[in-house]
């Protein structure tokens, strides 16, 4: 690894599984100390004695929760935070019931936007620093059956655009990315669930709908967030990075 990370310090969310744990480990590959937020005890922890890290539980979507787990940081507040933690949801909005909608936005947006907002005031008195979303390709296209999802996604986009002509005169730079389907444990439960017995056929569906002709693997996530995050990048910022298998292509 080049490692362009070399003594910075980043929070990631959601660090325990899926796509954070690969930026975790990515990150710590690149030189980065970890900080890892993340509701699941066990997973995190798991993730951050394997790296050397720090694990916080915490539940993005509560301010309290924020505010204690940042002010739990032993080391010096982050250079960089990676907004990661998310859930998903399927249905249109005639299926989506108020209690659905108001779960994903809560985790999806809310989420963001405390710890964005918990993590400014030390970047803004150091005069630099780097937040990471992660949005989706649904942020900015019609994708069937994923309303509630779909919404929370684009308002991660606005979000990071706002935040980056907020304080881009400041130092801190924002930017997200806009993966397509990504092969993470999460699919692999979800086919379990919905298609008991048919995994085998749904996957290979599922992987045809890029064009590509697979789905993305975690690990090259990580890759475009390491070096979004790294001085490599210092002129990119208010940008959306589409890493989708050419899906966008389709629409």
């Known amino acids: 690894m080049s490692q362009r990370l070399q003594d910075k310090k980043a929070i990631i969310t959601g660090g325990g599984s899926g796509i954070g744990e690969a930026i975790c480990r990515r990150f710590a590959a690149e030189g980065a100390s970890i900080t890892i937020l993340d509701c699941d ?19 993005v979507a509560d301010e309290q929760s924020v505010m204690t ?19 998903a949801h399927v249905g249109e909005i005639a299926t989506t019931c108020p209690e659905d909608f108001d779960r994903v936005m809560r985790v999806n947006v809310r989420g963001p936007y405390l710890c964005s907002r918990a993590a400014l005031p030390a970047m803004l008195e150091r005069g630099n620093g780097c937040i990471l979303n992660l949005a989706s390709v649904a942020a ?82 990580a890759a475009l967030a390491a070096y979004i995050c790294s001085e490599e990048a210092a002129f990119v910022t208010g940008a959306a990075f589409d890493i989708d298998g050419g899906f966008t292509l389709l629409k």
């Not at 993730?47 to 916080?56: K, R």
């Not at 940042?70 to 998310?86: E, M, R, T």
């Open 140 to 221: 900015k296209l019609g994708i069937a059956d994923r309303f509630a999802y779909s919404t929370s996604k684009g308002a991660v986009y606005s979000m990071t655009l706002s935040i980056a002509r907020d304080y881009v005169e400041r130092g801190i730079r924002a930017n997200c990315l806009c993966p397509a389907r990504v092969h993470t444990p999460f699919v692999d439960n979800y086919l379990k669930e919905n298609y008991p017995g048919e995994e085998a056929g749904m996957f290979a569906k599922l992987e045809a709908s890029q064009p590509i002709g697979r789905m993305a693997k975690p690990d090259e996530i």
């Open 69 to 87: 787990a940042f002010s739990q940081l032993k080391n010096s507040p982050p250079d960089i935070l990676v907004n990661n933690a998310g859930i």
């Open 41 to 59: 005890a066990d997973a995190g922890q798991g993730v951050a004695d394997t790296l050397g890290g720090q694990f916080i539980q915490c539940d």
